[in-house]
């Protein structure tokens, strides 16, 4: 069975209605909340090693503190004066609010930023989860609704990014591209649908340059609907082009400084990206608007290569440093021992090779939910919801094949074409019972479940793990933990030395500042760091003077301490984990034998 087929009717109960969708997704999110109040809530207080979560909330407090709503420096991290986000304010502005609000109700700050850590994650995962509903919904009727909810709150729980204190853009970015889809899925019977799935792609854009691959493919499914059907889609592509193009521009005039609208930025939405879209989105609204361009299928395509060229065109001669990879400037040193290990930014081909785990976890329903699709497209039974759906699937699919954060997409959208599957074989149940009807049906909901899949591949692995694997598996503490850091935040503030890993950490748990941070725009900080570890010594020493480093933080359990100490074996850092320490350091008391041990400098009294 495809998710491609006509559904059959059937003599049964009142299937729910769209208000019903609501009851339904609140019901999810609540036990989602509920599951984590029960384990206490832990990843608010060990953040699991995502140092993004973490930074955005000290740059929700720094502009809570006074520091400008333009102003995007971490003067806290890197060399003197820090460096500039590529973040948006889209999102801090949100979870500052919610502060603001928490604090004045409850009088606390602490609570207040609790409040936003878990309210935000389940406001957003009710959105995202609502709009895969109603994207069910329109894509294979009322009866894909509950299988919906089911396996679409399972997948977004086991994506980790709608965890309490998930408070990094990439919850929503889903959520957006979810919302634009769902309303592209409506469009053909709702008058506003297309305007504000204009409006949900320009702001999955100003949100991160993550989404541009599906921006782009929105955009070009758009542009082909309307080449086939004129009558049909010549509304939508005009109101999502104008759409699109106004919330573009609304958001370069709100977000950007006046000083920096003409400094193009390829990693963050900058003139680049206002520009393209402004002439996407305006061109497009013109060609489905006026009679002479889109008259013949031959004009309209004609019409539409004239505007990609026009795209091209400015994109090569005003912007052509955008072509290049994202990474493509990135220091040697930087790209061999800080991106190439990052978990989330390897590739399907490295993960074949050295964790074929995640391969299963994070491809098997995408990949089944394209199989459906491309069986339902073979049969002959393509629809415009098919392109859509299918359209974006592949492409995620591709985005997570080159790096496998991209998996949290397709992940996602998956669910619709598999709850239209599950929806099918439960209508020829209830159709003709029967015990195999009854096996199909079970079938369908375990081989759509995510988790289960993960499970699954996980004890096929724990079969074959070796002794020695164990033993690495339970090596000492990596220091994600807040209680790690309560040593550190009762020193008077510093300047610390530290791996890349620790650095978000310290500046959310203490009033530190550090070196290095996992962001590619801190260069020069996080070469500085590298160089200090991994050179001798006398040249640490050299750097803490000259630098006016207060303490050194060491986590021997942290997986980037054993890469450099790996990298350089007598090297500074390699020299500290195995006990020799320089006549200018002595431990802090209170932290010999922790997880994160410190030293403090001596130099200079």
């Not at 089944?368 to 759906?389: E, F, P, Y």
Request: glycine content about 8%; aromatic content about 8%; hydrophobic content about 55%.
């Amino acid at each position: 069975m495809t998710p491609a087929d006509t559904m059959i009717s059937v003599e049964a109960k009142p299937l729910p209605s769209r208000r019903n969708d609501l009851a339904l997704v609140l019901v999810a999110t609540l036990v989602m909340v509920a599951v984590s109040a029960l384990s206490g809530f832990r990843d608010l207080t060990d953040a699991g090693g995502d140092n993004d979560n973490l930074l955005r909330l000290v740059e929700v407090r720094d502009m809570l503190a006074g520091q400008g709503w333009f102003d995007l420096h971490q003067y806290r991290m890197g060399l003197e004066g820090g460096f500039v986000m590529h973040w948006s304010r889209l999102v801090d502005a949100p979870l500052a609010a919610i502060v603001l609000v928490a604090s004045a109700l409850t009088g606390s700050m602490a609570r207040a930023e609790t409040t936003a850590e878990v309210l935000w994650p389940a406001l957003l995962f009710y959105l995202a989860l609502l709009f895969t509903a109603r994207a069910a919904r329109s894509f294979a009727g009322a009866a894909a609704v509950l299988p919906a909810v089911v396996i679409g709150a399972a997948a977004l729980h086991f994506i980790g990014i709608f965890s309490p204190g998930s408070l990094d853009h990439h919850n929503v970015q889903l959520t957006l591209t979810m919302a634009c889809l769902s309303l592209l899925l409506d469009a053909p019977v709702q008058r506003w649908a297309a305007l504000l799935a204009g409006l949900c792609a320009a702001l999955m854009l100003a949100v991160g340059m993550e989404t541009a691959p599906y921006v782009a493919t929105i955009g070009a499914c758009i542009a082909l609907l309307f080449v086939a059907d004129p009558s049909g889609e010549g509304r939508i592509a005009r109101d999502f082009g104008l759409g699109f193009a106004g919330v573009s521009g609304l958001v370069f005039l709100t977000t950007i400084a006046p000083s920096a609208w003409g400094q193009p930025q390829c990693d963050a939405f900058s003139t680049v990206q206002f520009v393209v879209a402004a002439l996407a989105g305006c061109g497009l609204a013109a060609v489905a608007s006026l009679d002479m361009a889109n008259a013949t299928v031959g004009r309209r395509l004609f019409a539409l290569g004239l505007l990609v060229l026009v795209l091209g065109a400015v994109v090569v001669s005003l912007f052509p440093q955008c072509l290049a990879a994202p990474y493509a400037n990135l220091d040697p040193r930087l790209r061999e021992l800080w991106l190439d290990n990052i978990e989330e930014a390897q590739s399907l081909y490295k993960l074949v090779i050295y964790n074929q785990v995640a391969v299963v976890e994070r491809f098997a329903t995408p990949l089944v939910a394209i199989l459906l699709m491309a069986l339902g497209l073979g049969r002959g039974g393509s629809r415009r919801q098919d392109s859509l759906v299918g359209a974006l699937l592949v492409v995620a699919f591709l985005v997570s094949a080159w790096q496998v954060r991209g998996s949290t997409f397709s992940i996602a959208l998956a669910v619709i074409p598999l709850c239209a599957w599950i929806a099918k074989w439960r209508q020829r149940a209830e159709a003709s019972p029967s015990r195999g009807a009854a096996l199909r049906v079970a079938a369908a909901w375990l081989v759509s479940v995510n988790a289960l899949w993960a499970c699954a591949a996980v004890a096929a692995s724990s079969a074959f793990e070796t002794a020695a694997a164990v033993k690495a598996a339970s090596v000492d503490g990596n220091c994600q933990g807040k209680t790690s850091f309560a040593a550190l935040s009762q020193l008077p503030d510093t300047t610390v030395l530290a791996i890349s890993n620790l650095g978000s950490p310290i500046l959310a748990y203490s009033g530190h500042r550090v070196f290095a941070g996992p962001y590619h725009r801190n260069v020069a900080g996080n070469l500085l760091a590298l160089d200090t570890f991994l050179g001798s010594a006398a040249d640490a020493r050299s750097v803490v003077e000259s630098h006016h480093v207060g303490l050194v933080a060491l986590c021997r359990g942290n997986p980037e301490t054993r890469l450099l100490v790996g990298r350089a074996p007598d090297g500074f850092l390699a020299g500290l984990t195995r006990g020799n320490l320089p006549d200018w350091l002595e431990p802090v008391a209170e932290t010999r034998g922790a997880q994160l041990e410190l030293y403090r400098v001596k130099l200079g009294g």
